[in-house]
């Protein structure tokens, strides 16, 4: 199974920072990466297909990288509704599988 | 606009069987697979089942195989999990998300979710 290690688990930021949260891939997955937001309570959201593209609706401070096995989701000038859990996805290969989350706050 | 409404979660006994659905509305049911993942109280997101859009194909990780059953009817634009000899650690929010179309994988769409506890 393809092991995805997202890191960091929890982190505080302020409003305003730039904000980098990373999977880190143990086979290939090519661009097969999906990130998520999810606010307490509710469904998880697509923000980033493709591991690079912007999903529908999603603000043009995230954004989504790759540099070799690493994906990170970046988010410039952090604002309060972006406080959430994220997660990223790997659908490289069966089974599909998370990274275990971070947890965004407030500092 | 694409629904997705998860039914049939609740309380059950360690070893019993349960049976969760997902009505879906405001797409081609039929033109897209569809998947169960789960998320246990406080824990990440875990993929449960993937299945084809005429259900000939089936996927599922190695904590649920032999036990649980992903099914849909295109007829009716529903998906269906059933599952057997439920264990605790399977209490979670079972969540149905468009998986995307043949050849496209985009989870864009989620249901509300529904709980399942399993516990004596």
């Known amino acids: 199974d393809i092991q995805m290690t997202q890191s960091p688990s929890s982190m505080s930021a302020s409003l305003g920072d730039r904000v980098t949260i990373t999977c880190q891939a143990s086979?290939?997955?090519?661009?097969?990466l999906i990130w998520f937001q999810q606010k307490p309570g509710k469904s998880p959201r697509r923000m980033i297909y493709?591991?690079?593209n912007l999903a529908n609706g999603v603000p043009s401070r995230f954004s989504g990288s790759r540099s070799g096995s690493d994906y990170s989701l970046t988010i410039i000038s952090l604002e309060s509704e972006d406080m959430a859990d994220y997660h990223c996805?790997?659908?490289?290969?069966?089974?599909?599988?998370f990274g275990g989350g971070t947890k965004l706050e407030l500092k | 606009e694409v629904q997705l409404v998860e039914s049939g979660g609740g309380l059950v006994q360690p070893g019993r069987s349960l049976k969760l659905s997902c009505a879906a509305s405001g797409f081609t049911f039929s033109n897209y697979y569809m998947a169960w993942v789960r998320q246990a109280p406080k824990k990440g997101l875990e993929w449960v089942a993937t299945?084809?859009?005429?259900?000939?194909?089936?996927y599922y990780p190695d904590s649920v195989k032999g036990r649980f059953t992903i099914s849909r009817d295109n007829a009716k634009s529903s998906l269906y999990l059933q599952m057997n000899s439920l264990k605790s650690e399977d209490t979670a929010t079972y969540y149905c998300a468009r998986e995307g179309p043949m050849y496209t994988t985009d989870y864009g769409y989620w249901g509300q979710g529904v709980m399942v506890t399993v516990s004596s």
């Open positions: 996805l790997q659908y490289k290969q069966y089974p599909w599988t």
């Open positions: 086979q290939d997955i090519g661009n097969n």
């Open positions: 299945i084809s859009t005429s259900g000939s194909r089936t």
């Open positions: 493709y591991a690079t």
